[in-house]
């Protein structure tokens, strides 16, 4: 029985003549027809009603209380909710509401809908149900106290693996939410001092909320196959290039004192370590030749900002969250803005790190481990290591990290780098804008995207030609120094091979690398078959990794000095050869060789490369995986 005492704080109560007359015209309607009210709760497994899922809906209505869990039919809560004149949740508009309609848009909602989060807050009630349970002494939860919202996902997916026990749990937990609600109701009315004409008769919701029998809970089989079942790595990633990728996933922390969790994935097999500094952190990675780094930490600032400190001028005008994070916040995810001051130096670390590993040409992208976990049915955060090695090992990761102490750090690298996997397998979701380097989701909903195939090499030794040859095949062409030309001649400079020079070393001296790659796919972001012409940089290769994962083929030419000279000479450039290949534009070209998927001698004829042209562009075509050198 839920004991009713006073509160021990003296209330703000509002008095009911500020109340909008809607809310009073509501409250009036539950209490003329508190028969047709319906008090509904749901479990979920986690907050996004994007990401996450319905697993338990219970709702009392007439007297009796009834519960329906993920894969029943849903018949009841149609008729019941069709019956009901009004609907009494806890938080139920950002929270139940938002899950029943994407899940269920055929269970019609009454109209009059009372919050009760809201409605307390009238009445000086604040914060969760539990808390607001406590203020007001309401004992309904002796043999479930342990539970809280998160303890609750955890009974799922031990219900998941067999333990019907923890869903009898689950329910008896979701029912006491419910019982809560109807006691609470009865507080707050009375606190609004409702005028006694206002109603004919005194009602106690509590017994409309609770009706006999609430408690008896009905028994459940073990969880079928349609829920347990989970894809794992052998179904989902095996056939493709992430088998044989050697990926990197680190936990940054924003500090050197405290350690990040780093992992190294072979495939599916994944050795962890905990490291500290950034000099520790680089080499280790950069030891061990990855063909992507996936980073749990923000890597770029909002668009217009210029650094993570407040002081920065852009402060006021650009906020300190980015597109993605505001997209995320969107999807009912609670992500930190990357600039919120406990954030600064994480960011500014995550940064740091990964602009030295694009300088060497290896791909980093910012990682979302929490979808891969979805993915793996384990809980998000907070879970223990237990269940995120229960997870891993139930997905197919092997590794000493299941028998050895490993920190949660270390677990969540091995989630971040499955992220990668997901992404050179085109299984992933980029979050971002033109401005700002996109957060990566794992999503196996993708759309597959563009095939691209990259091309570097020293000057003359065939690479345009090559290029051309596959433009002839359906590539839709694209080179970097075409955007290069277009601020020439907004500046009116000559488009010859000396301004194309200094311009591109004035882009790679003022960090802007990157956006020049940006420009020059935009040029062709609707081709679903694209040749990139000119490669010059490492990062160049490291930015196509980041954006098409595995479809970008990397295509690297060589020829010997003399015949690139001779070839060189045939064109009649305004520069001379040695002039020319001495550019520092063209200093850090070699650097490619080592990054590119594929590398062809081009010494013969012309006819010779165009042919090795339409082998590759078929090649690619075709869906072949990259191959990775060793």
């Known amino acids: 029985m839920t004991l009713l005492l006073e509160p021990q704080e003296t209330p703000k109560w509002q008095h009911p003549r500020a109340l909008p007359s809607k809310l009073k015209e509501q409250l009036a309607l539950c209490r003329s027809l508190p028969e047709r009210v319906l008090f509904l709760d749901i479990e979920t497994t986690g907050l996004s009603h994007y990401y996450d899922e319905i697993t338990v809906i219970g709702w009392s209505i007439a007297g009796r209380s009834s519960t329906i869990v ?64 406590k203020v007001l002494d309401l004992r309904l939860r002796d043999e479930i106290a342990d539970v809280d919202g998160f303890a609750a996902v955890l009974l799922w997916h031990r219900y998941l693996r067999g333990d019907v026990a923890a869903l009898e749990k689950l329910i008896r937990y979701n029912r006491a939410d419910i019982a809560a609600m109807g006691a609470i109701f009865d507080h707050v009315l009375a606190r609004l001092l409702i005028e006694p004409d206002l109603f004919e008769e005194p009602v106690e919701f509590e017994s409309w909320a609770a009706p006999a029998g609430w408690t008896e809970i009905p028994s459940f089989e073990a969880a079928g196959d349609d829920l347990s079942a989970a894809p794992d790595f052998d179904q989902l990633l095996s056939d493709g290039p992430a088998s044989t990728a050697r990926i990197v996933g680190i936990d940054l922390t924003g500090s050197e004192k405290r350690g990040s969790g780093w992992c190294m994935l072979e495939g599916n097999r994944a050795s962890t370590k905990t490291l500290h500094t950034d000099d520790e952190i680089l080499t280790q990675t950069v030891a061990c030749k990855p063909h992507l ?52 130096k994480l960011t500014e670390r995550g940064i740091r790190l990964a602009k030295v590993l694009r300088k060497k040409g290896i791909p980093v992208i910012e990682s979302y481990p929490g979808a891969a976990q979805d993915i793996m049915r384990i809980p998000r955060k907070g879970g223990g290591v237990e269940w995120l090695k229960l997870g891993l090992r139930e997905f197919g990761i092997e590794g000493g990290f299941i028998d050895k102490n490993v920190t949660h750090d270390e677990l969540d690298a091995i989630t971040s780098a499955l992220v990668g996997s997901f992404h050179l397998a085109g299984l992933s979701e980029a979050l971002g804008s033109e401005d700002e380097a996109p957060l990566i989701v794992p999503d196996l909903r993708a759309e597959p995207g563009p095939i691209v195939i990259g091309v570097s090499g020293p000057i003359a030794a065939g690479k345009t030609t090559f290029a051309r040859a596959l433009e002839c095949k359906g590539y839709a062409y694209t080179r970097f120094s075409l955007v290069i030309d277009d601020i020439l001649k907004k500046r009116g400079a000559p488009l010859n091979r000396e301004s194309r020079q200094a311009l591109g070393q ?34 160049d290769h490291a930015f196509m990794v980041e954006r098409f994962g595995a479809r970008f083929h990397h295509v690297h030419i060589m020829a010997n000095g003399d015949v690139r000279r001779q070839r060189y000479q045939k064109l009649g450039q305004d520069v001379d050869f040695d002039t020319a290949t001495r550019s520092e534009v063209e200093g850090r070209v070699s650097e490619l060789q080592s990054l590119a998927h594929e590398i062809l001698v081009n010494e013969g004829a012309m006819s010779a490369i165009m042919e090795k042209a339409d082998a590759v562009g078929s090649h690619v075509a075709g869906g072949k995986p990259c191959r990775y050198q060793s």
């Open 70 to 133: 993920k894969g029943q039919c849903h018949h009841r809560l149609i008729e019941d909710a069709k019956d009901a004149v009004a609907l009494v949740t806890f938080n139920g508009i950002r929270f139940d509401q938002r899950f029943l309609q994407k899940e269920f848009p055929d269970v019609t909602l009454p109209e009059a809908h009372i919050d009760l989060m809201y409605l307390c807050r009238r009445v000086g009630l604040t914060g969760g149900q539990k808390a607001i349970e």
């Open 293 to 344: 780094v996936s980073i749990d930490s923000p890597l770029c600032l909002p668009s217009g900002r210029t650094s993570v400190e407040d002081s920065d001028p852009g402060r006021e005008r650009f906020g300190i969250m980015r597109k993605c994070e505001r997209e995320l916040k969107r999807r009912g995810v609670n992500v930190y803005p990357c600039l919120l001051p406990s954030m600064q």
């Open 506 to 539: 004035e882009i790679q001296e003022t960090g802007k690398q990157r956006w020049l790659a940006e420009q020059t796919i935009r040029r062709v972001s609707e081709a679903v078959k694209i040749v990139v012409d000119g490669l010059r940089f490492p990062e």
